[in-house]
């Protein structure tokens, strides 16, 4: 059968037909419950966030993967970006959570997988919902290219109304890189212009956004390898969300708890023997909330090429030991580069 005649004919499907569903059972599983713990202590909230991120991405692939392979048995799916996830509850190591996934969206190569996370159990709750886009890609001959996919049929109303979400949810991201590209407004050249009019002050004292920056450096090895020669994107996005949660506890005074997950986007696939320079940054802080960007470089030293892999906004929030949100400084850019992260940050911020 050829590709045309698979992408026709009896292979329409509805995103009923797409649902995955993965578990993490931490109630019975001791070794798995310790693996996702983030302190040896009793804390409100204390789960690995990072870990949950690269689940998800692993759900994700799952998920586009098992629709994808209907067509084209050989082929990979990768991730092409994460978009606001929006955690509202808390989660700890001793009920289990579930995953519960399906494709809300299909174009021409590429998919909207979402995602509820829920905790079960004694008051039970939703976690978070969360969007990925992944893209099918085929490596024939060596070199991966798109794939065109069949479009999903959309038979009941709650599938229509989370494809036109997913569609809104594209736009805005269009929306967003336009804006991005914008001078600043009026408003928002007066609020840059106060910040550094405070800093020429005598007695200053306020924290300035160069003193808040970590980086972190390593190789990518054969056990991060996921799709050949490539590695895990949910294994990056690990490591880049635990470098920007030790960035947030340099300003936060408290406790600093991720509450969203601005965007992830994967620009390059990172190979094998990568090298991989970690930057977080903090770029704006709220009231009781702390944005960090957090970027990944590779650089292959033998083809001498260099390029961004991944770029992440993280929003952490400020709490207390009952995870009641606290006040945290105002942070002070100094540079133009600066001026821009906070800009961009400013502009969606939780508060």
Known sequence: MTDDNKLNGDTALSPHDTRYLFILPFSTDPVVARRFLARDSSIVGNI???????????VAENTAMAYVQRFYPEARVVTAAVDNIVLRN????????????????????????????????????????????????????GEARSLSLPPLQYPQELDKKRYQKAELRRQAYRDGLAQAEEM????????????????????????????????????????????????????LIRKAYELAALAAEMVAPNRAVPCQVNRINFNQPVLLG??????????????????????????NRNAGDKSLSNSCLFTF???????????????????????????????????
């Open 48 to 58: 690995r966030f990072g870990k949950i991120l690269e689940t998800l991405d692993k």
């Open 90 to 141: 808390p989660a700890d190591t001793k009920r289990d959570l579930v995953f519960s996934s399906q494709i809300n969206h299909v174009g021409r190569s590429s998919m909207e997988v979402g995602i509820r996370v829920e905790r079960l159990g004694e008051g039970s709750s939703h976690l978070a919902s969360c969007y990925f886009t992944m893209v099918a890609r085929s490596a024939d001959s």
């Open 317 to 351: 929030r400020n709490v207390d030991s009952d995870m009641q949100p606290q006040p945290v400084p105002f942070i002070y850019p100094v540079t133009y580069a600066e001026d821009a992260r906070l800009l961009s940050a400013y502009r969606q911020r939780l508060d």
């Open 184 to 235: 600043p407004s009026l408003d928002e050249y007066l609020f840059l212009k106060k910040l550094h009019k405070e800093q020429e002050e005598e007695g200053f004292s306020g924290i300035r956004a160069g003193q808040l920056v970590l980086e972190s450096t390593c190789r990518a090895y054969p056990e991060q390898e996921n799709v050949p020669k490539t590695i895990f994107g949910g294994y």
């Open 274 to 299: 990568d090298q991989l320079k970690f930057t977080a940054r903090v770029v704006y802080t709220g009231r009781t909330t702390v944005t960090v960007q957090s970027d990944i470089e590779r650089f």
